[in-house]
């Protein structure tokens, strides 16, 4: 077969195939399917385009698979990061890469009793105390999670900077569209925070029950 045929059969196949991919990828609602069918169609276009020595398509292509893959794989890294915290210590280190940083300053309030709730804040260093109960928060803890699964959506006690510190934040928002790109990590993420919210309960149990034997330990007045 004459080369220029072969080259020529070997787009249009090549465009036929990446047509299917596309009607395909609109019938997904999901990131890590779209992710993996965008890897296909990459590999399909490139190879197609290897006969006709389309050499811009195939570095387009390539491009477009290495970011594909890479986006793949940080997703499927999201998904094992979260079902391990489940598993084991119920660290939420996994959301790192989607926070920001913010400075704060001893005596700084970083929020109040009462008001709207829209972010979670992981606390990297320095010292910050809840006010109500005055609980200080060691590095490593994360506040506010269980704020986006309320009803309300509003903070249960006042948090404020006793020592200069550093946080990282991701607002509700972004923890949302995580969720939607991936069913799964929403699953383990409820599994995560329902834990978390046992495993307060159960902390603030223990320290009524210590209150309670020390109160009885006083020896009343006669």
């Excluded at 990459?42 to 190879?47: E, P, R, S």
């Excluded at 079902?83 to 001893?106: G, I």
């Excluded at 902390?203 to 009885?216: F, G, I, K, N, V």
Aim: net charge neutral.
């Amino acid at each position: 077969m004459d080369p220029s045929h072969l080259a020529e059969h070997a787009g249009t196949a090549g465009a036929v195939f990446a047509s299917i991919f596309v009607v395909a990828t609109t019938t997904m609602r999901t990131m890590i399917p779209l992710r993996v069918f965008g890897i296909l169609a990459n590999i399909i276009l490139f190879v197609t385009a290897i006969p006709a020595h389309n050499y811009l398509i195939m570095v387009v292509q390539a491009a477009m698979l290495l970011i594909n893959s890479y986006r793949l794989h940080q997703m499927l890294q999201l998904v094992r990061d979260v079902k391990k915290s489940v598993n084991s210590d119920l660290s939420m280190e996994w959301l790192k890469p989607f926070m920001t940083e913010r400075k704060c300053a001893a005596g700084e309030m970083l929020f109040y009793k009462d008001e709207k709730a829209e972010d979670m804040l992981y606390i990297v260093n320095g010292k910050f105390k809840l006010v109500e109960s005055g609980i200080v928060l060691p590095v490593g803890a994360i506040v506010g999670e269980l704020g986006m699964l309320s009803p309300s959506n509003m903070r249960t006690q006042s948090l404020e900077c006793i020592e200069d510190g550093l946080i990282l934040s991701v607002s509700y928002s972004k923890v949302e569209e995580l969720y939607v790109q991936n069913p799964a990590f929403g699953f383990y993420f409820l599994r995560l925070a329902s834990a978390r919210l046992f495993q307060n309960i159960e902390a603030l149990e223990q320290r009524l029950a210590q209150q309670t034997a020390a109160a009885s330990a006083v020896p009343k007045p006669t």
